[in-house]
C-alpha cells in the first residue's frame, strides 16, 4: 500500500525540479502520478517484503575535480528516478512495508535558490532532516540500500545488508525492464530530436568537414528539436578512427572515400534514444564499402527478426553473429562455414561487441542478469545482456563490423585463426575504419516496432 503521507508527495513540485530534470509537459501530471503509484505497488509486490526496510537515495551533487566549488550535471539515480520522477540531489526514498512509501525530499535552501534556481518552497511532507528520526523508530530492522549510497549524514547510523540489497535490486530491474506509457512517450520524444538532429548531421557530411562539426551541429539540432540533455558522449568517427568504438570527436576533417560514423542520441527527462549511422562522405559507397554495409545491415535485419516475446537475446546476439560471418565468408576475409567461425571466435575478430543492450532511462537500463543466471559463464562473447524478451521491452540492435589494428594485428590471433582468416586481404584494408547501423526495437505483444524507423540508413 501507498501511504497518505507518500501519496500526497508522489507528483513533482513543479514542471522542472531545479535546472535538470522534472515532469514532461506533454503528459498530463495526474497520468505520471498514476504511473508512480502502479510502479511502487509493482515494486513492492515484488519485494513482498515482511520486516526489512528499504532506503533509495538519489545521490550528491559531485565536485568537479580541482574546479573550486563546480559540480558536475547532477543526475539522480535511476532507481530513485524511476520510482519518484525527480531530478534533485539528497533525496531518499523510504519503503517500509507495514507503513508504505515515504519521500524524504532535501529542504529547499536561500542557496539552492540563488545558484539553482529552485522554487521558493519545497514540496510539501517529510524533509530529509526527519529521516534520522524515521529510523530510529525501525532501528531493531534489516535495511536494503539500492540507489545511491545513504547520504553522508547518515553513515554512521546505517549499515545496509548487502546481500538483501542485491535481491531487491533483481525484483527491482525486472520491474522496471517493461516501458509504460510515460516512459514511452518520453523515448518517442527523444527519439524525434535525434532523428532530426540525423538529418541535419547528414546533409553536411562532405570532404573538409570536420567531425566536431558534425558534432556540434548534430546535438544543437537535438537540443532545439526538443531534446533537453544528449544521452551520451556523442561519438563521431571518420576513415580509421569509425573502427574506435566509443570515438571521440576531433579537428580532425573527413576524406574523399572514407566513412564517417555517427553514434549518438537526444535525451527528454532522462529518457534516452541511441542511433547508429554509418555514412559515405561523397555521397556514395564505393563498392567494397557498400558490400561491407550490406553484411552489416543483413545483420541487423536478422537480429531485428528474432525480437519478439520470449526470444532469448543471446540467440539474438548469436543471429547476427553468424550472418556477419557469412557475410565476411561471402566478401572472402573468411574461410568456414558461420557456424563454425562463431564458434572459434574468428568472427569476434571483426565484431567485437554486443549486438545491443536495453535502452530507457538512459542507455544502460536494468539490463543485470536473471537471478538464477547471475553466475553462469557468458555463452557468447561480448554479450551485454542475457534475458529473454518482453513485451515492453526497448532494447538496441547494433552490429558491426571493423578493422582495428591492436586486434587484427596481433600476432598471437593471426598465428590461432591462419587457416581462418584471409591475412592478405586484411592488411589490405585496416585502415578501412568501421561500419555500424543501431536501431531502437520495442517489442510489443506479437512482435516488435523499431522506433527508430525514420531515420534513413543511408542518405
Given at each position: 500500500m501507498i501511504s497518505t503521507w507518500c501519496a500526497h508527495r508522489l507528483r513533482p513540485a513543479s514542471a522542472?525540479?531545479?535546472?535538470?530534470?522534472?515532469?514532461?509537459?506533454?503528459?498530463?501530471?495526474?497520468?505520471?502520478?498514476?504511473?508512480?503509484?502502479?510502479?511502487?505497488?509493482?515494486?513492492?509486490?515484488?519485494?513482498?517484503?515482511?520486516?526489512?526496510?528499504?532506503?533509495?537515495?538519489?545521490?550528491?551533487?559531485?565536485?568537479?575535480?580541482?574546479?573550486?566549488?563546480?559540480?558536475?550535471?547532477?543526475?539522480?539515480?535511476?532507481?530513485?528516478?524511476?520510482?519518484?520522477?525527480?531530478?534533485?540531489?539528497h533525496g531518499v526514498l523510504a519503503f517500509d512495508p507495514a507503513a508504505g512509501w515515504v519521500d524524504f525530499v532535501a529542504p529547499v535552501t536561500a542557496d539552492d535558490r540563488l545558484w539553482s534556481g529552485a522554487p521558493a518552497a519545497g514540496p510539501e511532507g517529510p524533509t530529509t532532516d526527519d529521516l534520522e528520526a524515521w529510523l530510529r523508530q525501525r532501528r531493531a530492522?534489516?535495511?536494503?540500500?539500492?540507489?545511491?549510497?545513504?547520504?553522508?549524514?547518515?553513515?554512521?547510523?546505517?549499515?545496509?545488508?548487502?546481500?538483501?540489497?542485491?535481491?531487491?535490486?533483481?525484483?527491482?530491474d525486472v520491474v522496471r525492464?517493461?516501458?509504460?506509457?510515460?516512459?514511452?512517450?518520453?523515448?518517442?520524444?527523444?527519439?524525434?530530436?535525434?532523428?532530426?538532429?540525423?538529418?541535419?548531421?547528414?546533409?553536411?557530411?562532405?570532404?573538409?568537414?570536420?567531425?566536431?562539426?558534425?558534432?556540434?551541429?548534430?546535438?544543437?539540432?537535438?537540443?532545439?528539436?526538443?531534446?533537453?540533455?544528449?544521452?551520451?558522449?556523442?561519438?563521431?568517427?571518420?576513415?580509421?578512427?569509425s573502427a574506435v568504438l566509443h570515438f571521440a570527436p576531433t579537428d580532425r576533417r573527413l576524406g574523399t572515400g572514407e566513412l564517417v560514423l555517427i553514434d549518438a542520441g537526444g535525451e527528454y527527462l532522462g529518457y534516452a534514444s541511441d542511433i547508429t549511422r554509418t555514412y559515405p562522405v561523397d555521397?556514395?559507397?564505393?563498392?567494397?564499402?557498400?558490400?561491407?554495409?550490406?553484411?552489416?545491415?543483413?545483420?541487423?535485419?536478422?537480429?531485428?527478426?528474432?525480437?519478439?516475446?520470449?526470444?532469448e537475446w543471446r540467440d539474438v546476439h548469436r543471429v547476427a553473429a553468424a550472418t556477419i560471418?557469412?557475410?565476411?565468408a561471402a566478401h572472402g576475409l573468411l574461410r568456414g562455414d558461420?557456424?563454425?567461425?562463431?564458434e572459434s571466435g574468428a568472427t569476434w575478430l571483426f565484431s567485437p561487441h554486443g549486438i545491443g543492450h536495453l535502452v530507457g532511462l538512459g542507455v544502460r537500463d536494468a539490463a543485470g542478469p536473471l537471478r538464477q543466471r547471475r553466475h553462469d559463464p557468458k555463452p557468447f562473447p561480448n554479450l551485454r545482456m542475457d534475458l529473454p524478451l518482453e513485451p515492453g521491452m526497448v532494447v538496441t540492435v547494433e552490429p558491426g563490423v571493423?578493422?582495428?589494428?591492436?586486434?587484427?594485428?596481433?600476432?598471437?590471433?593471426?598465428?590461432?585463426?591462419?587457416?581462418?582468416?584471409?591475412?592478405?586481404?586484411?592488411?589490405?584494408?585496416?585502415?578501412?575504419?568501421?561500419?555500424?547501423?543501431?536501431?531502437?526495437?520495442?517489442?510489443?505483444?506479437?512482435?516488435?516496432?523499431?522506433?527508430?524507423?525514420?531515420?534513413?540508413?543511408?542518405?
Amino acid at each position: 500500500m501507498i501511504s497518505t503521507w507518500c501519496a500526497h508527495r508522489l507528483r513533482p513540485a513543479s514542471a522542472r525540479e531545479w535546472k535538470h530534470g522534472g515532469v514532461s509537459t506533454a503528459t498530463d501530471s495526474s497520468t505520471i502520478e498514476q504511473q508512480l503509484i502502479r510502479r511502487r505497488e509493482a515494486v513492492a509486490a515484488a519485494w513482498d517484503l515482511d520486516d526489512a526496510i528499504v532506503l533509495i537515495s538519489a545521490g550528491e551533487l559531485i565536485s568537479r575535480p580541482g574546479r573550486a566549488d563546480a559540480t558536475y550535471r547532477f543526475e539522480a539515480h535511476t532507481e530513485y528516478y524511476y520510482l519518484t520522477d525527480r531530478n534533485r540531489p539528497h533525496g531518499v526514498l523510504a519503503f517500509d512495508p507495514a507503513a508504505g512509501w515515504v519521500d524524504f525530499v532535501a529542504p529547499v535552501t536561500a542557496d539552492d535558490r540563488l545558484w539553482s534556481g529552485a522554487p521558493a518552497a519545497g514540496p510539501e511532507g517529510p524533509t530529509t532532516d526527519d529521516l534520522e528520526a524515521w529510523l530510529r523508530q525501525r532501528r531493531a530492522r534489516a535495511i536494503a540500500g539500492l540507489g545511491a549510497p545513504p547520504p553522508a549524514t547518515l553513515a554512521a547510523d546505517v549499515t545496509l545488508d548487502r546481500q538483501l540489497s542485491e535481491e531487491l535490486r533483481f525484483d527491482l530491474d525486472v520491474v522496471r525492464r517493461p516501458k509504460d506509457p510515460v516512459e514511452l512517450e518520453r523515448m518517442r520524444t527523444a527519439e524525434r530530436a535525434t532523428g532530426a538532429a540525423f538529418a541535419v548531421a547528414a546533409g553536411l557530411i562532405e570532404a573538409g568537414v570536420s567531425e566536431r562539426q558534425l558534432q556540434v551541429e548534430f546535438e544543437a539540432e537535438a537540443l532545439r528539436r526538443g531534446a533537453d540533455a544528449i544521452a551520451f558522449e556523442t561519438i563521431v568517427g571518420s576513415g580509421p578512427n569509425s573502427a574506435v568504438l566509443h570515438f571521440a570527436p576531433t579537428d580532425r576533417r573527413l576524406g574523399t572515400g572514407e566513412l564517417v560514423l555517427i553514434d549518438a542520441g537526444g535525451e527528454y527527462l532522462g529518457y534516452a534514444s541511441d542511433i547508429t549511422r554509418t555514412y559515405p562522405v561523397d555521397g556514395r559507397l564505393d563498392p567494397e564499402q557498400r558490400e561491407l554495409h550490406a553484411v552489416v545491415h543483413a545483420a541487423q535485419r536478422a537480429a531485428i527478426d528474432r525480437c519478439a516475446p520470449g526470444a532469448e537475446w543471446r540467440d539474438v546476439h548469436r543471429v547476427a553473429a553468424a550472418t556477419i560471418a557469412e557475410g565476411l565468408a561471402a566478401h572472402g576475409l573468411l574461410r568456414g562455414d558461420p557456424e563454425t567461425l562463431v564458434e572459434s571466435g574468428a568472427t569476434w575478430l571483426f565484431s567485437p561487441h554486443g549486438i545491443g543492450h536495453l535502452v530507457g532511462l538512459g542507455v544502460r537500463d536494468a539490463a543485470g542478469p536473471l537471478r538464477q543466471r547471475r553466475h553462469d559463464p557468458k555463452p557468447f562473447p561480448n554479450l551485454r545482456m542475457d534475458l529473454p524478451l518482453e513485451p515492453g521491452m526497448v532494447v538496441t540492435v547494433e552490429p558491426g563490423v571493423y578493422f582495428v589494428a591492436a586486434i587484427l594485428g596481433d600476432p598471437e590471433r593471426r598465428h590461432r585463426f591462419r587457416d581462418q582468416v584471409d591475412w592478405q586481404q586484411v592488411d589490405r584494408l585496416l585502415g578501412f575504419g568501421g561500419i555500424r547501423i543501431e536501431d531502437n526495437v520495442l517489442i510489443t505483444a506479437d512482435g516488435h516496432e523499431v522506433i527508430t524507423a525514420d531515420v534513413p540508413v543511408l542518405r
